[in-house]
């Protein structure tokens, strides 16, 4: 009991990091295999369920701290655009999640993005849960030779310590950036990319 609730809280831990976390799947693989439960099945349960818990708080932090108290007006309903949009499109945004659930790619800052939106968050909880589930079911069923082929060849969980690790996490953070600063009612309505003015009262 004690080793899955251990389990249950790095999991979380890990995807409420913001950049530089290592990733989920890489990390089930390496405790599976090291300290394998009863069940492969129980090891996605409760990574699936940690993982969306600690995304959804991600989330929900970026749009408590950084879009009510980081942001100014100008920023906000510029994204606010974004959440226009995507309230009318219900259907594909819980598609996007569960087709991005299944990829290796980093979610985080896909949450972040969708945090500073203040969309409802149980919109994509269920279908994030479902892709992770299914992906971490592969993981645990696979953990054997992934694990070994992880230990081996990547210096285990370090291995996100990677020249190439930091690259992807500083070209994440700077497309974040971009995220706030892109004019998204000018490329949702006209078509246009451009980037957002200052108003004449912040360049004062």
């Known amino acids: 009991m004690l080793k899955v609730v251990v389990l249950f809280a790095v999991i979380f831990a890990l995807n409420i990091i913001p950049a530089f976390a290592p990733p ?3 990390v089930l693989s390496v405790i599976e295999f090291n300290y394998p439960l009863a069940s492969p099945m129980l090891l996605a349960l409760i990574g699936a369920t940690a993982a969306t ?17 980081l942001l100014n007006d100008q920023t906000r309903q510029n994204i606010d655009a974004i959440k226009d949009r995507l309230e009318g499109r219900r259907a594909l945004t819980a598609g996007v999640f569960l087709f991005y659930a299944f990829s290796p790619l ?8 969708y945090g500073l939106t203040a969309l409802e968050l149980k919109l994509i909880a ?38 190439y690790f930091i690259l992807s ?31 004449p009262r912040l360049a004062e």
Request: glycine share 8%.
């Open 126 to 163: 269920f279908p994030f849960f479902i892709g992770r589930f299914v992906s971490y079911a592969f993981w645990a069923f696979t953990v054997s030779t992934a694990a070994h082929h992880l230990i081996l060849e990547a210096g285990a969980a370090g291995q996100y310590l990677s020249g």
């Open 106 to 113: 980093p979610s985080n800052y896909l949450f972040i993005a």
């Open 53 to 69: 818990l600690g995304r959804l708080t991600l989330a929900k932090l970026s749009s408590v701290i950084i879009r009510q108290r």
């Open 169 to 199: 996490q500083l070209l994440f953070l700077g497309i974040m950036y971009g995220f706030t600063k892109l004019d998204w009612r000018a490329l949702l309505t006209d078509k246009t990319v451009r980037w957002m003015k200052r108003s």
């Open 24 to 26: 989920t799947w890489m």
